[in-house]
């Protein structure tokens, strides 16, 4: 089992940048591949960002490419997404998830992909 609290949120500017964590229990949690995904006001949730186990491969979303990073500290558990340049359209609850099948060469983009979840932080970008 993995839990997975994700904090970090808030309102900003736009402009403005924010930094998004999730604190992960579990002692596999080093070995798992994880991403981000949010959710805006009335759309479905989307892919933000994914890393694999050792933190040496990511992917984004192009809508995010060159102003969101993702990384990972493995020995505090806990995963982050380093959010610049923030545009209105960024708003919306943003969530983290693990894929928990030990060191995978995939960290996918496809949301059926995770097993586990985050309760998700609230992003608000103002104009």
């Known amino acids: 089992q993995v839990q997975l609290v994700e904090s970090g949120g808030g309102l900003v500017q736009a402009g403005g940048s924010l930094r998004l964590s999730c604190a992960a229990s579990?002692?596999?949690?080093?070995?798992?591949?994880m991403g981000w995904f949010r959710r805006a006001p009335g759309k479905e949730r989307e892919f933000v960002a994914a890393?694999?186990?050792?933190?040496?491969?990511?992917s984004y979303a192009d809508s995010v490419k060159g102003r969101f990073t993702i990384s990972r500290d493995s020995a505090k558990n806990t995963a982050y997404l380093q959010m610049n340049t923030l545009k209105p359209e960024d708003t919306g609850v943003y969530y983290c998830?693990?894929?928990?099948?030990?060191?995978?060469?995939?960290?996918?983009?496809?949301?059926?992909?995770?097993?586990?979840w985050g309760q998700g932080t609230q992003v608000t970008v103002s104009s």
């Open positions: 579990g002692r596999s949690f080093s070995t798992y591949s």
């Open positions: 890393l694999n186990w050792s933190g040496g491969s990511t």
């Open positions: 998830a693990v894929k928990s099948r030990a060191y995978s060469s995939s960290f996918p983009a496809e949301e059926r992909r995770y097993d586990y």
